[in-house]
T-cell receptor, first 111, second 114 residues
Framework: KNQVEQSPQSLIILEGKNCTLQ??????????LRWYKQDTGRGPVSLTIMTFSENTKSNGRYTATLDADTKQSSLHITASQLSDSASYIC??????????FGAGTTVTVRA | NAGVTQTPKFRILKIGQSMTLQCTQDMNHNYMYWYRQDPGMGLKLIYY???????DKGEVPNGYNVSRSTTEDFPLRLELAAPSQTSVYFC?????????????FGSGTRLTVV
């Protein structure tokens, strides 16, 4: 069964600090891996999309990495801001229409 | 450019009632999807459509129906609402279903069945 596991479930960081979120998956065959940011009460918004051949991709202060051999990905947030408080969802796509969603990591940035 | 628009944003239904969740996109995307998001769980696919007139079941289709008469609209119908259908529902669209095409999500409909 295709699964996506994210850790930690939640974390609290001080404004200006960095943090790293983890994503492990068992989806096969693999097509691409996406990170989404979901603000409270809103729909998910795409941060990055990586295919099998890409091992890192950045979007501003967000940097995603992918190790397709170990089936792991991480999302690094640099110099966190209060607006980074959200749920971050790892989504893995197999070679069909199906996306497998992780349950998300809730990040709270405190001043 | 509005993207994906969902209505209503909130709704409370009584057990056994029916309703339609509306979803419209203005990006001329062929693919549209309905997901539900339950607390502590990843989004689950209810139904999807690869184009006007074509729909298919996702992982959790029971208790729901969809139609796709136009490229823009993809309504989700709940018949005989049950407490298990209490959830947040997201509509999404994409140009294609694979590759580097991202999904655009609506802002969601929070449904409570009492």
């Amino acid at each position: 069964k295709n699964q996506v596991e994210q850790s930690p479930q939640s974390l609290i960081i001080l404004e200006g600090k960095n943090c790293t979120l983890q994503c492990n998956y068992t989806v096969s065959p693999f097509s691409n891996l996406r990170w989404y940011k979901q603000d409270t009460g809103r729909g998910p918004v795409s941060l990055t999309i990586m295919t099998f051949s890409e091992n890192t991709k950045s979007n501003g202060r967000y940097t995603a990495t992918l190790d397709a051999d170990t089936k792991q990905s991480s999302l690094h947030i640099t110099a966190s801001q209060l607006s980074d408080s959200a749920s971050y969802i790892c989504v893995v796509s197999a070679n069909d229409y199906k996306l497998s969603f992780g349950a998300g990591t809730t990040v709270t940035v405190r001043a | 450019n509005a993207g994906v628009t969902q209505t209503p944003k909130f709704r409370i239904l009584k057990i056994g009632q029916s309703m339609t969740l509306q979803c419209t996109q203005d990006m001329n995307h062929n693919y549209m999807y309905w997901y539900r998001q339950d607390p502590g769980m990843g989004l689950k696919l209810i139904y999807y459509s690869v184009g006007a007139g074509i729909t298919d079941k996702g992982e959790v289709p029971n208790g729901y129906n969809v139609s796709r008469s136009t490229t823009e609209d993809f309504p989700l119908r709940l018949e005989l609402a049950a407490p298990s259908q209490t959830s947040v529902y997201f509509c999404a669209s994409s140009y294609a279903d694979r590759g580097n095409y991202g999904y655009t999500f609506g802002s969601g409909t929070r449904l409570t069945v009492v």
